[in-house]
């Protein structure tokens, strides 16, 4: 069986960095009161209340649906890593890793294209300035591995998106919080020119109660990035980044070192690709990943936690990865 795709495919393998590229998929203005988690903009790293080091190992188990049959059964894993470190009052220091690996059981492979490893690494710096402002520069690596079946592929191709983040987070009163930032991404590949555009992030969040005895934290956050194309030259294939809009919710509560969370991020981006076999005409390319937390986090030693995520994917297919992490580190 084979499924027509269009130029759009080439773009399909963001999807797994985007299911499972760590947890806490809302930490834009505020760091989530899991201390472990990775952020999103480096200046919410500066409010964290505590020094962290740990790592993290995930299984995962999915399969892909094409006009009511399977065609794919994933099954992955994968680890991170994280630290951060409170220089004083003033710097903060966060660094995180992770690396995945996924086997996929098939008759053959589909037109288009599957991710097979995912690696990843952030660092990012803060500064705060009068307990109300913190100022975040952060770089990341991206790179994928994928199997490419189009345009006259047949092979195992990597992609690689490098990004600069400056960011800013404000407090406001005692309770509130706004901030924002941009992701300037250029994106390289063994198989398509080279392509770069910008996420444009921005957020407000509520945050209330003492880490010595209960919190509550709400945060809204929303990104955007236009649809930035490369035309093909030199050998290479031409490069779509679509057009997307990621919102992303999360609430969290904290009683007594008990932190219980819940997080969404949902992807939607503008595609213009029809039903091979229904005819039906396809818009929208929406990704939605949720996870529940149930941590334990004191103010000074061991952390345990247990995150439970599940992330949906519906295009001309549809996909459902179902995951559990163990995550395991120290505060101090």
């Known amino acids: 069986m084979k499924i027509k795709t269009s130029c759009f495919a080439l773009t399909q393998a963001l999807f797994w960095i985007a ?5 806490g998929y809302a930490q834009v203005v505020t760091p989530s009161l899991d201390p ?14 505590m020094s962290t080091i740990g790592v993290s190992s995930f299984e995962r188990t999915g399969s892909r649906d094409f006009n009511g049959s399977s065609v794919y059964e994933f ?5 991170s890593g994280h630290f951060n470190f409170m220089m004083g009052e003033k710097l903060a220091v966060d660094a995180y890793a992770y ?21 990843e690494a952030r660092l990012s710096l803060t500064l705060s300035h009068e307990e109300f402002t913190i100022f975040g520069l952060g770089v990341q ?24 983040i400056p960011s800013l987070s404000l407090k406001i009163g005692d309770y509130f919080y706004l901030g924002g930032g941009m992701e300037r991404i250029k994106e390289s590949s063994s198989f398509m020119v080279g392509n770069s555009w910008a996420n444009l992030v921005a957020g407000v969040a509520l945050q209330m109660g003492s880490p010595e005895s209960s919190m509550f934290r709400f945060e809204y956050s929303q990104s955007n990035s236009p649809k930035s194309v490369s035309s093909a030259k030199g050998g290479k294939k031409e490069s779509v980044h679509l057009a997307e809009t990621i919102s992303r919710i999360n609430a969290e509560l904290k009683v007594k ?24 005409k396809v818009e929208v390319d929406q990704t939605i990943n949720s996870q529940l937390g149930v941590l334990l986090v004191p103010q000074e ?13 519906k295009e001309l297919f549809e996909d459902k990865v179902e995951g559990f992490e163990i995550k395991l580190s120290y505060a101090f």
Not at 99 to 119: A, C, H, Q
Not at 302 to 312: E, Q, R, V, W
């Open 19 to 23: 299911c499972f590229a760590g947890s």
């Open 36 to 49: 472990t988690a990775p952020i999103v903009l480096p200046a919410a790293a500066g409010w964290k209340q």
């Open 75 to 79: 099954q992955g894993t994968g680890y």
């Open 99 to 119: 690396g995945d690996s996924m086997t996929i059981s098939k008759d053959t492979y589909l037109n288009g294209r599957v991710n097979l490893e995912t690696n």
């Open 141 to 164: 690596t991206i790179t994928t591995k994928d199997h490419i079946l189009e345009l006259g592929l047949d092979s195992d191709e990597t992609t690689t998106l490098n990004k600069t």
């Open 257 to 280: 070192g008990l932190v219980l969370s819940i997080s969404i991020k949902d992807r939607k981006r503008k595609v213009n690709l029809i039903h091979p076999v229904t005819g039906d």
């Open 301 to 313: 030693g061991a952390i345990l936690g247990f995150i439970f995520h599940t992330d949906t994917r």
